[in-house]
Each structure stands twice: as C-alpha cells, then as structure tokens.
C-alpha cells in the first residue's frame, strides 16, 4: 500500500505528497472549470499517469530484452465530455526510437497495452492509441 496526502490550499489548488518519497506535485483548475490553469488539473494527472505506466511497462519489458528505449516519448491528449464532466478520450501517440519492423515490437507493444492504469480506466473512456517506429 502507497499512500499520498492532498493539501487544499484554496483558491482551487492542491499540494500533494507521496508519503515513501517525500516527492511532490501540485494541481489546479483548469480555466475551462474556474481555475487559473497554473498546473497540471485532476483529469491531466490521469493522462500522464496513463502514459508514465505504459512507458514504464515498456521500459521493463525492453530491460529484460536488452533492448534501448531511450528518448522515447508518449503523447496523451485528454478530451472532455460536457454532461457529465468526466475523461470523454485519451488520445495516446507513442513514438518508439526504432525500425517499424523491430523483432521485439509487437512484444513491446503488448507491453503497452497491459499497463495497469490503462485496465483501471472505465472503458467508456477512448483510448486510440497510434504508433510511431522511427529508428
């Protein structure tokens, strides 16, 4: 179990805290919901959490295979739904820093595909996802 502290500090910001770490972050509305748009918003974190775990997942499984991924990017663009205010679809472009016809792509791509923020999203949630090879 991880735990993490959220602080309000008004004004609709928060500070968070991961307890094992002591690493923080903020968050603040967005200017489309009365925010100052001064930080990452709530629904911004589940995008980026999104791609942070299918880029981890990748990187594990390409340790073991002694495969480089170095200067890979994942891209994710949140769009949201009016009524009710939720995530309406996480557009997701992963750019891998090797040739289209890679041995170990499909593998990686697997790897992707089973990270665990991705089977914790509702699946109301859209979440095209394009590949990029471009080594």
């Known amino acids: 179990m991880v735990k993490t502290k959220t602080t309000y500090e008004g004004g609709l910001h928060c500070s968070m805290v991961h307890e094992p770490s002591g690493a923080t972050l903020s968050t603040d509305a967005p200017v489309a919901n009365n925010g100052k748009g001064e930080s990452f918003s709530p629904t911004d974190l589940v995008g980026a959490a999104l791609a942070g775990c299918m880029s981890t ?12 991924l170095e200067g890979m990017t994942v891209e994710v663009a949140k769009h949201m739904n009016a009524d009710p205010r939720r ?29 665990p923020v991705k089977h914790s999203l509702h699946p109301d949630i859209e979440i095209p996802i394009t590949w990029k090879w471009v080594g």
Do not use: F, H, W
């Open 57 to 68: 997942i990748m990187g594990i499984v390409a340790e073991r295979k002694g495969i480089n």
């Open 87 to 115: 995530i309406g679809k996480l557009e997701v472009v992963i750019t891998v820093p090797l040739p289209s016809d890679y041995p170990d792509r499909k593998l990686l791509e697997q790897a992707a595909l089973s990270c």
